[in-house]
C-alpha cells in the first residue's frame, strides 16, 4: 500500500472514531473496504459501496470500543 493510501486510510479511521462520515466522500461509490486479518474480528468483513462504508462507520463507532488506528498503521505500513 502507498504511503498517500495509508493516509487516506488513517483519515478515514480517525473519521469514523470522531463519528464523522463526511470524509467518505473521498471514496469512489463502488469502494471495497476489507478489514478481514487485521486484529478486529468484530469488525473482520468486506465492506462494498459507500452503503459499506456507512456500516462500517457504524460498526467501528461502538462508543468503548476504539478502531485502533495506530495498530493499523503498523500492519500497513510494514507491507509498503
Known sequence: MSR???EIALSLYRAVERQDA???AILDQNVVWDMR???MPDLAQVYRGLSGMAAFGVAGSTPGRPLSSGRFAQRTTATT
Do not use: D, R
Request: net charge negative; aromatic share 12%; charged share 10%.
Open 4 to 6: 498517500e493510501n495509508v
Open 22 to 24: 463526511s470524509s467518505f
Open 37 to 39: 486479518g487485521l486484529g
